[in-house]
């Protein structure tokens, strides 16, 4: 059956929003507003409330006092799984205005929203709805004159701090675990994409969320944020954003109350591509990789690392690839990639790029700012050759559709380039060896590695990186860990 699109434009103009703080289930002005500035076109889409450390104050009072009366934690486990599935639906029920303000905040073609990240916020809520009831405690054998529990008990007050490439996908996979064991939140969405965080808690409100247990206070890092990581009050920051800022965020937690930090920071994904391999599915899915979310993805795949027995072949096959995925307008239904999510973004990738021109790398494709007319951000897929693995471009994180070209002759020379920066998110391996696949997985110092494949993975596995990527996964019940204390009660019988 034929669906017919959605007009996006025309929904673009008429959506409703919430646009002020959201504290004890109550919407609040904030301490100043701030413009939602579009990289689509450059227009200022929305003003919204901005918080300070006083609002952060306000908020954490109220999940504390939320926590603290066991208005949600003390609910029986079904009743909290009743109010997180009915989330689950009311977002799949508003899901054409959550992509649309997806595309208005940070410039992802609205119908890619809907269909992705949409549903991944969808599955997410639901999943966990689903999971509360399924954790169970333990109650070890210790003998027959005593009894030993253990407990897994909500942690408290969770702080999370989110960004704006996937608003959506990354608030929920914060919320929906620490809510679902019974922690209260407050929120720091990052401040190019408010909206949507808003709207999503508006959706939990009208599903049944006790005021108090998610709250969702809008500003800047230096201000809000600071604020949040270095509050004496919350038990647990959790943040998923650049490296420089997760260093920021657990200096605070240390130097306040010792808070537990959560790190889910950048990346440097490779495609590690060998001679055996399926070169039209590599390539492909190396383009693909590398520009999916015009390439602002701590897990995109930026580098190419390929035997320079095929090179030629493989480049040329990913140049050919990435002439249908140019950008455009996101509220076009056929665009296939959308805006870089802030001017300032696209002047970063653009001085990147420009850095390891000047370093000796070659410009195979790409390279200059595009749509410059429309006042929006965007960037064409580029491919830059001739690098060192110790080069800027194989090195930086560009949060942008930039792949960096580099070759190997041994299958340790390739573990190596991929092992060679600070990061360690995630990366594949390319090969119809199954004893290669296995010995170089292994090898690889990566939280994630696929083998003929990229970005694959559903909620039942977790998420997250070693070295300068971070530590402490998203995803699967592994994230519920995350936000409880473990409790050991034991009970002399004799």
Sequence with gaps: MTTTAPDWSALA??????????????????????EVVSPIDGRVVAEVAMGDGADIDRAVASARAAFD?????????????????????????????????????????AREAKAIDVRACHRTLRWYGEAIDKVLDEMPNVGDSSW???????????????????????????????????????????????????????LGLEAGLPDGVLNVVNGTGPTAGAALAGH???????????????????????????????????????????????????????????????????????????????KDDVVGRILEAMTGLQPGDPLDHQTPIGAIASARQLQTVHGIVSAGLREGGRL????????????????????????????????????????????FDTDDEAVRIANSTAYGLASAVWTNDLSRARRVSKALRMGTVWVNCYEEGDMTVPFGG???????????????DKFTDLKTTWIELS
């Design 364 to 407: 195979l494709v790409g390279g200059e700012p595009v749509l410059v007319g429309t006042g929006g951000s965007y960037y064409p897929p580029t491919v830059v050759d001739n690098l060192r693995p110790d080069s800027l471009l194989a090195q930086k994180e560009v949060f942008g559709p930039v792949l960096s070209v580099l070759t």
């Design 69 to 109: 009366d066991r208005r949600w934690a003390g609910m029986a486990p079904m009743d909290r799984k009743d109010v997180l599935i009915r989330w689950a639906h009311l977002v799949n029920g508003h899901a054409e205005q959550l992509a649309v303000l997806t595309a208005l905040e940070m410039g992802k073609p």
């Design 13 to 34: 103009a008429t959506v409703q929003y919430p646009t002020d703080l959201l504290i004890g289930g109550r919407w609040t002005p904030g301490s100043t507003r701030g």
């Design 466 to 480: 070693v070295k300068q990527s971070g530590f402490g996964s998203d995803k699967s019940l592994h994230a519920m």
């Design 232 to 310: 004496p009050d919350v038990d647990i920051v959790t943040f998923t954003g650049s490296t420089a800022t997760g260093r920021a965020i657990m200096t605070a937690a240390a130097q306040s109350n010792m808070k537990r930090p959560y790190l889910e920071l950048g990346g440097k994904g490779a495609n590690i591509v060998f001679p055996d391999a399926d070169l039209d599915k590599a390539a492909a899915t190396a383009a693909w990789s590398v520009t999916y979310n015009a390439g602002q993805m701590c897990t995109a795949g930026s580098r190419l690392i390929v035997h320079e027995s095929v």
């Design 148 to 202: 030993a529990m253990i407990e897994r008990e909500p942690a408290g007050v969770v702080g999370a701090i989110t960004p704006w490439n996937f608003p959506l996908t990354l608030e929920t996979w914060k919320i929906a675990p620490a809510l679902a064991v019974g922690c209260s939140m407050v929120l720091k969405p990052a401040e190019l994409s408010p909206l949507t965080a808003l709207y999503v808690a508006q």
